[in-house]
């Protein structure tokens, strides 16, 4: 018998109001059954609001250290935990070991700096405009902050949401994707046992349905969303509507530029790791690669053969270089942008196929497939696949690359190798992303830097470093006069 799972609303394990539930199973063998895990409706999401709202009223009183202590805890746990917890989102999700150690540990930094953010959260003194007046800032919590995540980082992103959430004061709702619900569950466990009040984190499993019910709930003054930039309008739609804080972080189309005096070795290697890990599933994933015309087709040749020697599997297994896609429509959509490509006449130098292997018919494998001959406005070099497909575009400057870079309507990050240093700090100007890199891939955020996109990849937010504690908090002013005196900001300026 599978295990059934519970939502957390109100302290307690509980069913979901409609009876209703949805199976999880594992991408890379599909007869691997997880769990069934609640399809919550606007019932529960009401019980998880009206219950987080008690929650922030004592939690918000918590003095900010304290808050951070128990982050602390949830730093340890998780370190205690964290070889088990990647095999289980290995298995929910299907990227390789490594990947979902990683992903363990971004939760674990994120845990370690939240906490000491406790003892920061700095507000301002300022010199008043007037005498014997002192005037300051400080950051106060907000409320209920609803959270909505997607499949691909199971646990660093619910991480990067709720832990400087939690530490700025306000109470959580989570409501995890549907594809990925167990590593969020074992998240929230650990929560609670690190000590958090119960009441300060409800976890309501479901879909998009689930999801809109949180994010149109007027309880909820707070959204933070990462997931597609289809879904972030609509959630964008409705928090316009009704007035809300909004967070977005949304799809992009990376790409990697490699100069004619790159070293080659090096780029090699980036790019495998950067179009392939995760199985192109990553929102910085590289799926564009510019390559100037006098390393084009030098570069391609190695490339051709190094990733035709990928090795697709169970992400469980060693010898795994890259597991299945999410699902079954993920592999469709990727089928539907080969015919695509097929159409607009681009050349498919390797893969454009299902592996062959009888071992992988039960996942949602997709061999590593690179597309060349793509010109800057195919749509293959325009929108984003989310798989292991990497379009390659070829430029003959530096100056046509970065044009290329910055014709599409995403701006998450990008990369340039290149031995130049000129170049190199051009690229940091003049390329339209929300990061870049010089001589590594296009993937590797670290949890202590702001982390986001320009353009349709975000709406001005960031996630992690020290940004992210300003959009959990708000900013309050208080003046104290001393003066014993009525005195008028902006009419007795300077006073005696
Ligand atoms: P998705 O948009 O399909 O789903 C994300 C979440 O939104 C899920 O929890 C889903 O249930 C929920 N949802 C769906 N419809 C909703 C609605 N109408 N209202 C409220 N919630 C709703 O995305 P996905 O397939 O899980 O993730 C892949 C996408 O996420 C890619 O586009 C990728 O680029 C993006 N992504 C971006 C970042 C970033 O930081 N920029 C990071 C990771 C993933």
């Not at 919590?141 to 306000?170: D, H, R, S, Y």
């Not at 804080?245 to 189309?253: D, V, Y």
């Not at 000129?422 to 830097?449: K, S, V, W």
Request: include cysteine.
């Amino acid at each position: 018998m599978p295990t059934t799972f519970r939502n957390f609303i109100a302290g307690r394990w509980v069913r979901p109001s409609t009876g209703r539930y949805f199976e999880n199973r594992n991408p890379a063998n599909t007869r691997d059954l997880i769990g069934r895990f609640p399809d919550s409706g606007a019932e529960d999401v009401n019980a998880a609001v009206q219950s987080a709202t008690e929650g922030f009223r004592k939690w918000s009183r918590l003095p900010a250290p304290a808050r951070g202590d128990v982050l602390k805890r949830v730093g340890d746990l998780l370190t205690e935990r964290k070889e088990a917890i990647a095999r289980a989102m290995t298995r929910e999700m299907g990227k390789v070991l490594p990947e979902t150690r990683g992903d363990v540990q971004e939760g674990i930094d994120t845990a370690y700096y939240a906490a000491s953010e406790g003892r920061r959260l700095f507000g301002h003194t300022v010199p008043s405009e007037l005498r014997s007046k002192w005037a300051m800032s400080y950051r106060r919590p907000i409320g209920v902050a609803g959270l909505i995540t997607p499949f691909n980082f199971p646990l660093a992103i619910p991480t990067w949401k709720m832990f400087p959430a939690l530490v700025c004061g306000n109470s959580v709702v989570i409501k995890p994707s549907e594809d990925v619900p167990h590593t969020v569950h074992l998240l929230v466990e650990i929560l609670l046992e690190a000590g958090l009040p119960p009441e300060v984190i409800q976890l309501v499993h479901g879909g998009g349905d689930t999801g809109r019910a949180l994010v149109e709930h007027p309880g909820v003054p707070v959204i933070s969303f990462t997931g597609s930039t289809a879904t972030g309008s609509a959630i964008g739609e409705a928090c316009g509507r009704t007035h809300k804080r909004l967070s977005l972080e949304m799809g992009g189309k990376n790409a990697m530029i490699v100069m004619d005096d790159a070293d080659l070795d090096l780029a090699l290697e980036g790019v495998l790791w950067g179009a392939f890990g995760t199985t192109g599933q990553r929102c910085t994933a590289t799926s564009r690669l510019i390559l100037h015309r006098r390393v084009h087709d030098r570069f391609l040749r190695r490339l051709e053969e190094a990733t035709d020697r990928l090795a697709l599997g169970d992400g469980r297994q060693e010898d795994t270089d890259v597991g299945p896609l999410i699902h079954e429509a993920s592999r469709d959509k990727v089928e539907r942008y080969l015919a695509i490509a097929e159409e607009e006449g681009l050349e498919v130098v390797t893969g454009g196929r299902r592996p062959r292997s009888p071992k992988l018919r039960n996942g949602w494998f997709y061999r590593p497939t690179i597309v060349a001959g793509a010109r800057p406005k195919s749509r293959l070099a325009q929108e984003e696949i989310f798989g292991p497909v990497l379009t390659v575009i070829r430029v003959g400057s530096f100056d046509e690359a970065v044009r290329v870079n910055n014709g599409v309507r995403y701006g998450l990050s990008s990369s340039v190798y290149t031995r130049d240093t000129n170049l190199a700090f051009r690229a940091m100007q003049e390329l339209d992303n929300g990061i870049t890199y010089i001589n590594a891939p296009t993937i590797g955020a670290e949890a202590h830097l702001p982390f986001g996109g320009v353009k349709q990849t975000g709406n001005g937010h960031r996630e992690g470093g020290w940004e992210v504690y300003e959009f959990y908090s708000e900013t309050k002013v208080c003046y104290v006069d001393y003066s014993g005196t009525l005195q008028r900001a902006q009419i007795d300026n300077y006073a005696d």
